[in-house]
């Protein structure tokens, strides 16, 4: 089996055109060190570079001199600042639409981390399987970062290293999400939920404080049999220890069927080679309608701010883009479809020093339409709107917002 030639990343970047239009995988699946050399050559090469959410932004320096164009569409708190000055471009899409999207581009270049091939030829992209493999199938260049630290993940993570052009040597570590830790209003907003949730769920969970307090209580309670759809996460791996994800749901239906990891070197080690955690696709991982035959599919997402008719934003505060639509929409469809499915949305009822209420009268951006929430929690409560008049929604809502800002929303009903 012959091996595609093993270059510098500078040299492996060497072979692109003026003008072309690379495409990056996300998360602990970027290429770091490709990215970084990107960054050092890009100059007066005209190229653009799409990628989705990062944690690491080694090229960002070319992007602010100018020699470099970047969009997005998952804006993290690094490029927060250059979205608003149009620096940094975002681009809105779903998640179950990224292979589509891929496919209308033609991407110049795809860049992934992977692992070494195995004797068959065969490398795993690992921790990242969202879109990476879409945007090789579609890239006219293929440039793959090489890294023994990438796990070899089950379910439909393999490319064959002969659709190589050409291979780096990893020289970085694989990127690393650490979750915050719990506090006190994300932990009682966990404790409301776990109340809500039905027995033996499906549940699909977001980055953020509430979400990752609510896996960490998961621990503690005994709701059946449990399994998860979307991000993969450390704290899911103490689930499997204390029993409550079983090691003998694998794939094709895993206990943890997810796109991408947002974990660290003890995800990576427990994810290598186990058939419990299934890496798929995007178009598989956030497709609504097969997803939907699931059933009790409990979507969990969290937001900026919710109006008073129960409309979601996000995304957007004060008009600046901070974050992406990811797959919350695809997974809140999902259990609009499923059987005894769910969807909940979690937040807390102020901003952090307490001064600026997350219920509002109305909002700039709508992520999520309030025909598609069930049920809104704050460390106040939760309130059940489906079904519920305009009146009503904006009641039970005023119900769960902070005391402090309680008489200035009923105020505004009197409007």
């Not at 030639?5 to 003008?19: E, F, I, K, N, V």
Request: charged content about 20%.
């Amino acid at each position: 089996m012959s091996l595609p030639p093993r270059r510098t990343a500078a040299a492996s970047l060497a072979a692109l055109p003026a003008g072309s239009h690379l495409v990056s995988s996300p998360g602990m699946g970027a290429p770091t060190t490709v990215l970084a050399a990107l960054g050092e050559v890009s100059a007066g090469k005209h190229w653009t570079l799409d990628s989705g959410l990062l944690l690491d932004y080694p090229f960002l320096p070319a992007v602010i001199h100018g020699a470099l164009a970047y969009r997005t569409w998952h804006v993290m708190p690094p490029v927060r600042d250059l979205v608003a000055s149009g620096l940094v471009e975002y681009v809105p899409a779903r998640a179950s639409r990224l292979a589509s999207m891929l496919r209308r581009w033609r991407p110049d270049a795809a860049i992934v981390r992977v692992s070494p091939p195995d004797a068959a030829g065969y490398c795993s992209l690992g921790a990242s399987v969202s879109y990476g493999q879409a945007a090789l199938d579609v890239a006219r260049h293929r440039i793959g970062e090489v890294d023994p630290a990438v796990p070899r993940t089950c379910g439909d993570s393999l490319v064959h290293v002969s659709v190589f052009d050409s291979l780096v040597e990893s020289e970085t570590p694989v990127p690393e999400y650490r979750a915050s830790r719990p506090s006190a209003v994300s932990s009682t907003i966990a404790d409301t939920i776990l109340e809500l949730l039905p027995h033996s769920p499906t549940l699909q969970i977001g980055i953020g404080g509430v979400p990752e307090a609510l896996v960490r209580r998961l621990k503690d309670v005994d709701l059946g049999e449990l399994r998860f759809v979307g991000m993969a996460t450390d704290e899911m791996v103490d689930l499997f220890e204390a029993g409550r994800l079983r090691a003998g749901d694998v794939v094709p239906a895993p206990a943890v069927l997810s796109p991408d990891m947002m974990g660290g070197t003890r995800l990576l080690e427990f994810s290598d080679g186990n058939p419990a955690i299934g890496m798929y696709p995007s178009a598989v991982s956030h497709d609504p309608v097969a997803l939907s035959r699931i059933p009790r599919f409990v979507s969990i997402n969290t937001a900026i701010e919710i109006d008073l008719l129960g409309n979601v934003n996000s995304e957007v505060i004060h008009g600046r883009q901070i974050s992406g639509t990811g797959g919350s929409l695809d997974y809140v469809e999902t259990a609009t479809r499923s059987a005894g499915g769910l969807r909940i949305v979690a937040v807390p009822s102020t901003s952090s020093d307490g001064s600026i209420s997350r219920i509002v009268r109305s909002l700039s951006s709508v992520t999520i339409p309030r025909t598609m929430v069930d049920v809104i929690v704050t460390e106040y409560g939760s309130a059940r709107l489906e079904g519920l008049s305009a009146t009503e929604r904006a009641e039970a809502l005023v119900n769960i917002a902070h005391p402090g800002h309680r008489a200035a929303l009923s105020a505004e009903l009197a409007v």
